[in-house]
């Protein structure tokens, strides 16, 4: 089978605003273009940005008002699904040939989504996926996705899923992108530790299928006038560690540490069925008869209009 080319976009939030984020991420079109990448995956709340130490003003049993004057300004960063941003991603996508996987932040009515979205050259936005379970205190921050946002969505770079951050860490959500026959894991994140590498590598080999994990990069806050307890001056906020994984959990590509930059791999699509030789997870190595899992995708209304 022809080899085909997948890329991690390892690229940080512009503390000037998602206007300057996506500037900076158009700026990569003719190197995704040169490389021939039919999948750029980019990293968790790029767009929109992931506002590590902000506490937003809260305290058990009560919220400041000047916390909720930072969620007002994290909120007007967001963006609209569809809006100005996802025209032209769609652009970047059509020009460059590739599919494109982002994390976002997404505004719907007043409720905040870290989501990530698909782009095909072809056909523009064409699914998204909003972050099941928030981690600790992003709960404050963002709303809960449904099963009605768990989409595989077809390209020359094989059958694509995702999972956010620590999405990936929910065995039950893996196991049902599993059983839609993902062969290319797509993992925006912002985590950027060692543990994190090790984590990609045991789902790439436990999926048996290629995983390519694109992380932010953020200078220290220091650099951008940022106080966070207890951080390190010359610490990175975020340092990077995009990797791109093979279907026994071997590195192909990465990690990439402490700078912006294009990760690619070549990867060969045949691989996943010699890899699944001898372990299927949700196929002959799958125990049906002990274990079962029952996934409700229909979208959960607060409100149901029935006319």
Not at 165 to 172: A, G, Q, S, V, Y
Not at 191 to 200: A, G, H, I, N, P
Not at 231 to 258: E, F, Q, Y
Not at 294 to 302: C, F, I, N, T
Request: aromatic share 8%; net charge negative; glycine share 10%.
């Amino acid at each position: 089978m022809a080899t085909t080319t997948v890329a991690a976009l390892q690229i940080g939030s512009h503390p000037e605003g998602k206007a300057k984020t996506l500037e900076s991420i158009l700026a990569y079109e003719s190197e995704i273009a040169a490389a021939g990448a039919e999948l750029v995956v980019m990293p968790e709340a790029v767009l929109g940005g992931y506002p590590k130490g902000e506490i937003f003003g809260t305290r058990l049993g009560y919220r400041l008002p000047e916390g909720r004057q930072a969620f007002q300004t994290y909120f007007e960063n967001s963006i609209e699904v569809p809006g100005p941003e996802t025209i032209e991603l769609e652009g970047l996508a059509q020009r460059t040939g590739a599919h494109i996987v982002i994390g976002v932040i997404e505004r719907s009515g007043n409720t905040l989504y870290c989501s990530a979205l698909f782009f095909s050259p072809d056909h523009g936005l064409i699914a998204k996926h909003r972050k099941l379970m928030p981690t600790g205190t992003e709960r404050l921050i963002w709303g809960q996705g449904d099963g009605s946002t768990l989409p595989v969505v077809e390209s020359k770079a094989g059958k694509l899923g995702t999972a956010i951050c620590w999405e990936n860490h929910m065995p039950l959500l893996r196991t049902a992108m599993y059983a839609k026959g993902v062969e290319v894991w797509c993992a925006p994140t912002v985590d950027e530790r060692d543990v994190w590498l090790s984590s990609m590598r045991h789902i790439a080999h436990e999926g048996r299928m290629f995983v390519v994990s694109a992380c932010q990069v953020q200078p220290s806050p220091a650099t951008l006038g940022i106080d966070v307890p207890s951080w390190d001056s010359d610490r990175p906020l975020i340092s990077g560690n995009s990797v791109i994984i093979g279907p026994l959990g071997d590195v192909l590509a990465g990690p990439l540490k402490n700078q912006e930059g294009l990760l690619i791999a070549n990867i060969d699509l045949g691989e996943l069925v010699r890899a699944r030789y001898d372990f299927d997870v949700v196929g002959h190595y799958s125990r049906p008869d002990v274990f079962s899992l029952s996934v409700d995708e229909r979208p959960k209304l607060s409100v149901d209009f029935k006319k």
